[in-house]
């Protein structure tokens, strides 16, 4: 797959999850793979419901240290999760901004942030290879389960854009799906388990060396045994109560008939790293 259709591809996906999260969603199965991946549920009731879409693989708060008055950026903000729950944490003195390539996922985000209140929260229309935002301004950089998105000869971009917005002694906190063990070529060409995170997702010496090259220093790569199945079940619940969507990370594309999940045990081949 090239960059292009790539990008095409998933934001195709993530415009059809934003446009299928509705005001009088009560987030049963979202809060479910939220609270599974570490999100604490009275944290996630503090913010709007449809900021919490499913989509995510871990909880990079829980290790950020996020401290009152820092500037926090999050690539990849989708509905705007972890963008509210910063907002909190950095207080009026501090920012959380959020960056995003998907139009419809930045109005999902934005609708959130003014049912929130949040006025120290804030988004950008960019890739996160190459974002708008001045250098050496940012105390921590977050992001949940989207770096694995970005296509592989692009993702070097990532962490040098990361080390280039940090100020001197920032930090970075990642939740993200690694291989680990290199992927057969019927997982890497799966469309569906692109977008659904799993065929993207780099090896562990792979991000190490990312980090590196862009100019990190002790970094530590920590896997969390999450069960990355929970998304399979979550689809299968959610069908079977004749729910109209489904939302998940790992589930289909949109040009992928509903559903139809690869028979995959992605546990076998992946795995949730911090």
């Not at 890739?127 to 250098?135: E, V």
Request: glycine share 8%; with cysteine; proline share 5%.
């Amino acid at each position: 797959m090239d960059p292009e259709s790539t990008y095409y591809s998933v934001q195709e996906r993530y415009s059809a999850v934003a446009n299928q999260a509705k005001p009088d969603n009560k987030g049963i199965y979202e809060s479910k793979a939220a609270a599974a991946f570490g999100y604490d549920l009275d944290d996630l009731r503090s913010i709007p419901e449809n900021a919490n879409l499913g989509v995510s693989c871990g909880n990079p708060l829980a290790t950020a240290n996020i401290q009152k008055g820092e500037t926090v950026v999050d690539l990849g903000s989708g509905g705007g999760l972890d963008v509210l729950l910063a907002a909190q944490k950095v207080g009026q003195e501090g920012k959380a901004i959020g960056v995003d390539m998907t139009k419809d996922m930045l109005e999902l985000a934005h609708r959130n942030t003014r049912n929130a209140g949040a006025s120290n929260a804030s988004f950008i229309e960019a890739f996160i290879t190459s974002i708008p935002l001045p250098s050496s301004t940012v105390d921590c950089i977050i992001s949940n389960c989207v770096v694995n998105l970005v296509p592989r000869n692009e993702k070097p971009l990532v962490f040098q854009e990361m080390f280039r917005l940090l100020k001197p002694g920032g930090r970075v906190a990642i939740s993200d799906i690694l291989a680990t063990k290199e992927l057969p070529a019927s997982i890497k060409k799966d469309l569906s388990l692109y977008v659904g995170c799993i065929a993207g997702a780099s090896q562990v010496g792979e991000y190490e060396r990312y980090l590196k090259q862009a100019g990190f220093q002790d970094t530590l790569i920590l896997n969390t045994n999450s069960d990355l199945n929970i998304y399979k079940e979550m689809w299968q619940g959610q069908n079977s109560d004749n729910s109209e969507s489904s939302s998940s990370c790992c589930d289909s594309a949109k040009n992928i008939p509903p559903g139809e999940l690869p028979d995959v045990d992605f546990n076998l081949w992946t795995g949730e790293s911090t």
